[in-house]
């Protein structure tokens, strides 16, 4: 296997089986380190087929293929919590703990963001309802999605249960318990190819640094790269986290971080141009990725998590819903209609 920047470090999940062997418990401990350490890490061995990873960016390939006006037949609506269906480029910048309005347009006419996107979620929320193509114009979208975040769902039982294990103090099943999946979301994101030197100027990037907002990430990559996470041991300087192939790349979000009292680390991570390769001429390639963004379900009030603060050690934050976070960072990133 490839080796990335060994900051970044791998956790094989291969040995997990239910969670209950001494493999799970050794486990658990390895991803609550890295959380906690660095907050991204390459998960190996989590049993999704590499098919159904490449039937999945298939059929983003497809979508993002499709003329303009077709994919705007499913827009993204003019309310940003509601984080469903199609953003073209430019509708998205995103922003780093921006609340101000004025500050936010001013950030969104430079270096804005090139990327189109596609969001979706359970079909069990009814709060955000899908914005689905028609099957005419994609067909076996809907269900090849809906089959993908139940695969993405599961190895979330996985990965939290293996958290749990792994960080003293808390309860074996309390984040499943918290997480029921249906305020997930799965993004299809679309790089554009472009000049290089319109990324070396600044006048556009690919993702801005940022952290996510919820409980956790994770995302799967092409082949093309441009990944970057800032180093946990020398802030303002970004590793890139290349693409590895049947790895899939995990993070921690803000509201973990918030709900740890900041005992796991939520990294800032952005995408730059890919690297140049011999045969890339003017232009950079372009960079399909496919992040699953997981949240705890919406009305659930977290306080800080057992295990996390002491006497000594006073809690941070005051509790707060998953809605309450989630709708706050939401609206500072998406355009005014
Ligand atoms: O495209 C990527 O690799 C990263 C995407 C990302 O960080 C995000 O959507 O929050
Ligand atoms: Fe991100």
């Known amino acids: 296997?490839?080796?990335?920047d060994s900051a970044i470090p791998f956790i094989d999940f291969s040995e997990f089986g239910d969670g209950t062997s001494e493999s799970a418990k050794r486990i658990g401990t390895q991803l609550y380190t890295a959380c906690r350490d660095v907050g991204f890490l390459y998960i190996v061995g989590h049993g999704i087929p590499q098919e159904e990873i490449d039937g999945i960016f298939d059929m983003s390939k497809k979508f993002f293929a499709?003329?303009?006006?077709?994919?705007?037949?499913?827009?993204?609506?003019?309310?940003?919590?509601?984080?469903?269906g199609y953003s073209g480029i430019?509708?998205?910048?995103?922003s780093q703990m921006v609340f101000d309005d004025d500050k936010i347009e001013e950030m969104r006419g430079k270096g804005a963001d090139f990327k189109e996107s596609y969001d979706m979620g359970s079909e069990d929320s009814h709060k955000c309802p899908n914005v689905w193509l028609e099957d005419k114009y994609l067909p076996g979208l809907r269900s090849t999605c809906l089959d993908f975040q139940d695969t993405c769902k599961k190895l979330e039982n996985k990965v939290l249960k293996a958290l749990a294990l792994g960080m003293p103090g808390v309860p074996e099943n309390?984040?499943?318990?918290?997480?029921?999946?249906?305020d997930n979301q799965l993004r299809f994101l679309h790089y554009p190819s472009a000049p290089r030197k319109v990324f070396d100027s600044g006048e556009k990037g690919r993702i801005a640094a940022h952290t996510d907002f919820g409980t956790c990430t994770f995302?799967?990559?092409?082949d093309c790269g441009g990944l970057e996470v800032e180093s946990p041991h020398n802030p303002g300087t970004f590793l890139p986290a290349p693409p590895v192939h049947g790895a899939i790349v995990f993070n921690i979000g803000d509201f973990l971080m918030r709900w740890s009292n900041d005992e796991l680390k939520s990294t800032l991570?952005?995408?730059?141009a890919p690297p140049p390769r011999a045969d890339d001429g003017e232009m950079t390639r372009e960079r399909?990725?496919?992040?699953?963004f997981c949240s705890a379900d919406p009305e659930r009030v977290i306080d800080a998590l057992p295990g996390t603060f002491s006497e000594t050690r006073p809690k941070k934050y005051a509790p707060i819903t998953s809605r309450e976070y989630i709708t706050m960072r939401m609206n500072a990133t998406y355009a005014k209609y």
């Open 219 to 222: 995302l799967f990559q092409d």
């Open 1 to 4: 296997m490839p080796s990335a």
């Open 174 to 182: 309390f984040f499943e318990e918290y997480h029921s999946g249906y």
């Open 288 to 292: 399909y990725s496919i992040p699953y």
């Open 90 to 94: 430019g509708v998205e910048q995103v």
């Open 269 to 272: 991570h952005r995408v730059r």
């Open 66 to 84: 499709l003329p303009y006006e077709t994919k705007m037949t499913a827009p993204h609506p003019k309310e940003a919590w509601h984080h469903r």
